[in-house]
């Protein structure tokens, strides 16, 4: 039986995203188990509100996480319009800042991954400071399957396992799993899905205890290097994206991903 997870008792479970606080912890949740978290504008809003609340009155660590079998699948696709739809718009209004904004968080922040972390969900989860991952959580890029270039930052974090992997990953869509993205560097740490809610506790509890103020000065020291790469990075994948969505076959991997068909690609 797939790995589930569950919003903490007490929260407002219809909401598709759900942020809950206090002084020294912010838990925000993916809320859309039904669709495996597959972010949707609206849901890009909530999440920005409530990191808003977060930028105005930082805790000391904030958590990312997703309810049900998946943290997040990636864009929910049955939004698109693949026909006339301006993808780097979508990309440099929409999602490129809150990647960016998540990166820079003056907060210190702990991805708790668990299930698919694809597309956009990989790079929310890859853009926390921290990620903690399930054994069987599953992290890579789907997009040869759909005709689309790989977005939200997704060269940039596969760019540092080294351009041979980087490019099978991306050309061939093969997925790792919690103990390979772990052994190749792509996440912090790797918890068996029996304990990750344990694991995850006891891992940001010992973050939370510590001298954020210091780690907080070692995240800006770091994204000195990182921010200025993965800036550039996300603005080369809209722009590639841009282009991209005008081919027949990214109108035709589209469509098909929706009507759940295998797409036949022409190259063209």
Same mark, same amino acid.
């Given at each position: +039986? #797939?790995?589930?997870?569950? *919003?903490?008792?007490?929260?407002?479970?219809?909401? /598709?995203?759900? !942020?809950?606080?206090?002084?020294?912890?912010?838990?925000?949740? @993916?809320?859309?188990?039904?669709? *495996?978290?597959?972010?949707?504008?609206? +849901?890009?809003? +909530?999440?920005?509100?409530?990191?808003?609340?977060?930028?105005?009155?930082?805790?000391?660590?904030?958590?990312?996480?997703?309810?049900?079998?998946? !943290?997040?699948?990636?864009?929910?696709?049955?939004? #698109?319009?693949?026909?006339?739809?301006? $993808?780097?718009?979508?990309?440099?209004?929409?999602?490129?800042?809150?990647? @960016?904004?998540?990166?820079? @968080?003056?907060?210190?922040?702990?991805?708790?991954?668990?299930?698919? #972390?694809?597309?956009?969900?990989?790079?929310?989860?890859? =853009?926390?400071?921290?990620?903690?991952?399930? #054994?069987? &959580?599953?992290?890579? =890029?789907?997009?040869?399957?759909?005709?689309?270039?790989?977005?939200?930052?997704?060269?940039?974090?596969?760019?540092?396992?080294?351009?041979?992997? $980087?490019?099978? @990953?991306?050309?061939?869509?093969?997925?790792?799993?919690?103990?390979? $993205?772990?052994?190749?560097?792509?996440?912090?740490?790797?918890?068996?899905? %029996?304990?990750?809610?344990?694991?995850?506790?006891?891992?940001?509890?010992?973050?939370?205890?510590? /001298?954020?103020?210091?780690?907080?000065?070692?995240?800006?020291?770091?994204?000195?290097?990182?921010?200025?790469?993965?800036?550039?990075? *996300? &603005?080369?994948? %809209?722009? %590639?994206?841009?282009?991209? %969505?005008?081919?027949?076959?990214?109108?035709?991997?589209?469509?098909?991903?929706?009507?759940?068909?295998?797409?036949?690609?022409?190259?063209?």
């Amino acid at each position: +039986m #797939a790995f589930e997870r569950s *919003l903490p008792d007490g929260l407002a479970k219809q909401d /598709p995203v759900v !942020f809950t606080r206090g002084d020294e912890f912010a838990e925000l949740w @993916l809320n859309r188990p039904e669709k *495996l978290n597959a972010t949707t504008e609206t +849901m890009v809003r +909530m999440i920005n509100d409530a990191l808003a609340d977060v930028e105005e009155r930082p805790p000391r660590v904030l958590v990312l996480a997703g309810a049900g079998r998946a !943290f997040c699948a990636g864009r929910d696709l049955s939004e #698109a319009n693949p026909e006339d739809e301006d $993808a780097e718009a979508i990309l440099t209004d929409v999602y490129n800042p809150l990647i @960016l904004r998540l990166a820079t @968080l003056e907060t210190i922040t702990v991805g708790a991954i668990h299930g698919a #972390a694809l597309g956009t969900g990989l790079g929310l989860a890859l =853009s926390c400071d921290l990620v903690i991952a399930s #054994a069987t &959580s599953r992290w890579g =890029s789907p997009f040869a399957r759909i005709g689309a270039v790989l977005d939200s930052g997704g060269h940039y974090f596969f760019q540092r396992l080294g351009a041979a992997r $980087a490019f099978d @990953l991306i050309l061939l869509g093969d997925l790792l799993d919690g103990r390979a $993205a772990f052994d190749c560097g792509l996440v912090s740490r790797v918890v068996d899905d %029996a304990d990750f809610d344990e694991g995850v506790a006891h891992y940001v509890r010992q973050v939370a205890n510590g /001298p954020t103020q210091a780690f907080l000065a070692s995240k800006r020291i770091l994204n000195e290097e990182r921010l200025p790469a993965l800036t550039k990075i *996300l &603005s080369l994948e %809209a722009k %590639a994206q841009g282009v991209c %969505a005008k081919t027949g076959d990214y109108r035709l991997g589209i469509r098909a991903f929706v009507e759940h068909q295998n797409p036949l690609f022409t190259g063209r």
